[in-house]
T-cell receptor, first 114, second 111 residues
Framework: EPEVTQTPSHQVTQMGQEVILRCVPISNHLYFYWYRQILGQKVEFLVSFYNNEISEKSEIFDDQFSVERPDGSNFTLKIRSTKLEDSAMYFC????????????FGPGTRLTVL | KNQVEQSPQSLIILEGKNCTLQCNYTVSPFSNLRWYKQDTGRGPVSLTIMTFSENTKSNGRYTATLDADTKQSSLHITASQLSDSASYICVAHYGNNRLAFGKGNQVVVIP
């Protein structure tokens, strides 16, 4: 069964450094998402992406964050200058369409900012 | 404010027993409601989806209900197994493409 994959599984970085989290969505999906989950907290929406542009973003997704789909398969989340409070699990998700189409989540990348 | 509240926050049940998890949502305009299972350190996996007109949906030993009038949903787990130990997240879809996540019900099944 096709699945969303994410790399790396765990990223450790120093505060102020840039990180890029990578995702490979399911191949025939058209809508892509990033979420984060701080330890012990609920999953929070960051951004949705469709047709090579951001369709929605939350208040968390400030100028430090950016997303790209550099080729036909990868979907990346970049954090330009990481802060301690960026430490969280970051989940990528994709879905084929809207409405009742299921959103499939990747296994997540655990980001630790020191 | 678009939000989802779940209860109980956590519960421990004996293997083979049943349990029911509760979800209250306040989102607008409502699209559909899903329950996800999230194993520790993994991404959420969809269990059920219900639209406004659906009252109940089953997926194996999982049965979800939806009352769109009271904006409540429940997830019933029948004959629990050790592998059911996980966080169960209620997610309300609203608008064109937005999701509101609950904090999850942490279920621990003990032998």
């Amino acid at each position: 069964e096709p699945e969303v994959t994410q790399t790396p599984s765990h990223q450790v970085t120093q505060m102020g450094q840039e990180v890029i989290l990578r995702c490979v969505p399911i191949s025939n999906h058209l809508y892509f998402y990033w979420y984060r989950q701080i330890l012990g907290q609920k999953v929070e929406f960051l951004v949705s992406f469709y047709n090579n542009e951001i369709s929605e973003k939350s208040e968390i997704f400030d100028d430090q964050f950016s997303v790209e789909r550099p080729d036909g398969s990868n979907f990346t989340l970049k954090i330009r200058s990481t802060k301690l409070e960026d430490s969280a699990m970051y989940f990528c998700a994709s879905r084929r369409g809207l409405g009742t189409d299921t959103q499939y989540f990747g296994p997540g990348t655990r980001l630790t900012v020191l | 404010k678009n939000q989802v509240e779940q209860s109980p926050q956590s519960l421990i049940i004996l293997e083979g027993k049943n349990c029911t998890l509760q979800c209250n949502y306040t989102v607008s305009p409502f699209s559909n409601l899903r329950w996800y299972k999230q194993d520790t350190g993994r991404g959420p996996v969809s269990l059920t989806i219900m639209t406004f007109s659906e009252n109940t949906k089953s997926n194996g030993r999982y049965t979800a209900t939806l009352d769109a009038d009271t904006k409540q949903s429940s997830l019933h787990i029948t004959a629990s197994q050790l592998s059911d130990s996980a966080s169960y997240i209620c997610v309300a879809h609203y608008g064109n493409n937005r999701l509101a996540f609950g904090k999850g019900n942490q279920v621990v099944v003990i032998p």
